[in-house]
């Protein structure tokens, strides 16, 4: 991916190789809620939606499109997410992965990790048929 313009704090706008371009933007609802899509030809492709609370942001729910995965959208997706959560002063950002998670995506876990999170043992605030707890830190 090749990262064409900043259009603002909010927005970002990626080329990819081959020539697909995705919008990214951050919607923050209210202070409990900071939520980022992915935008191509008009139509969402991905999302990320997330909760707020003081310094720590929860990962609820990272979608891509189907017919769109594995093109690099959730790693874009991702990474806008970060840098919105540093530039919020977000210091800890972390999702659950659920058994059926790893089913359907074998590489989820490392995927994670190639983004600086971190696999640990579900703790009490994931949900109960949460596997694993993914944590960045900052």
Not at 5 to 14: D, N, P, V
Not at 70 to 80: A, F, K
Not at 97 to 103: A, F, K, N, P, Y
Request: glycine share 8%; aromatic share 6%.
């Amino acid at each position: 991916m090749l990262l064409v313009s900043a259009l603002s704090s909010q927005l970002s706008l990626i080329l990819s190789m081959n020539r697909r371009v995705i919008v990214y933007r951050t919607i923050e609802n209210n202070l409990d809620e900071l939520n980022v899509e992915a935008w191509h030809e008009g139509l969402q492709v991905g999302h990320a939606l997330c909760e707020r609370h003081g310094e720590q942001l929860k990962i609820c729910d990272l979608w891509i499109e189907e017919r769109l995965r594995r093109n690099g959208i959730g790693t874009g997706l991702l990474r806008h997410l970060l840098q919105t959560a540093d530039a919020a002063g977000i210091r800890e950002v972390w999702g659950e992965v659920t058994l059926e998670d790893i089913g359907r995506w074998p590489g989820l876990l490392q995927w994670y990790e190639k983004h600086s999170f971190v696999a640990q043992e579900p703790d009490d605030a994931c949900i109960s048929t949460a596997a694993k707890k993914v944590t960045r830190r900052r």
